[in-house]
T-cell receptor, first 114, second 112 residues
């Protein structure tokens, strides 16, 4: 158990809908990262938050947004969903968000868009 | 970081053989190189990492080597076992040094 908790584990929704994925980082970790894993794309970095502030952006679509709350949990919002958004979404956390320390991953949320 | 290339994409070995996975990175300022193992239905798990001030690190049957001049690092697994079968990812920091960028993964299959 990495200590990173993601909910829900599975989500099935229709095209055009909006969903929210939730992540609780390891105790003491200030930084949260979101990654998308598709079959042919590996682990794609989406966005990073550190202590409530956005720190880095990767290949995140404009239809996607995220935030980190004062209690350090994070939510990833996906809107106007398309079939191609079906993927595993992982959250990771690290203590200082420098990219030079260990990052620990949750078990992921499997999103299926039908 | 920023661009991380990983080879091979698939690797099949016999139990007891060694396995080597190689990664190259583009940002010469990168100084942290972790390896993750992902089993089916689970999240990636950190198995070993190396920092730029050392050339090699070992942990039982796994080792990582780093060549900063050539900008590549490798994962070595000796005496492979069926439970080593998984997808392995290398990673390096992005250009801003804030997040990890991952290679596309290597699917390792160990047959008994």
């Amino acid at each position: 158990d990495s200590g990173v908790t993601q909910t829900p584990k599975h989500l099935i929704t229709a095209t055009g809908q909006r969903v929210t994925l939730r992540c609780s980082p390891r105790s003491g970790d200030l930084s949260v990262y979101w990654y998308q894993q598709s079959l042919d794309q590996g682990l794609q970095f989406l966005i990073q938050y550190y202590n409530g502030e956005e720190r880095a952006k990767g290949n995140i679509l404009e239809r996607f947004s995220a935030q980190q709350f004062p209690d350090l949990h994070s939510e990833l919002n996906l809107s106007s969903l398309e079939l191609g958004d079906s993927a595993l979404y992982f959250c990771a956390s690290s203590v200082d968000g420098t990219g030079n320390t260990e990052a620990f991953f949750g078990q992921g949320t499997r999103l299926t868009v039908v | 970081g920023e661009n991380v290339e990983q080879h091979p994409s698939t690797l099949s070995v016999q139990e007891g053989d060694s396995a080597v996975i190689k990664c190259t990175y583009s940002d010469s300022a990168s100084n942290y190189f972790p390896w993750y193992k992902q089993e089916l239905g689970k999240g990636p798990q950190l198995i070993i990492d190396i920092r730029s001030n050392v050339g090699e690190k070992k942990d039982q049957r796994i080792a990582v080597t780093l060549n900063k001049t050539a900008k590549h690092f490798s994962l070595h697994i000796t005496e492979t076992q069926p439970e080593d079968s998984a997808v392995y990812f290398c990673a390096a920091p992005n250009q801003a040094g804030t997040a990890l960028i991952f290679g596309k993964g290597t699917t390792l299959s160990v047959s008994s």
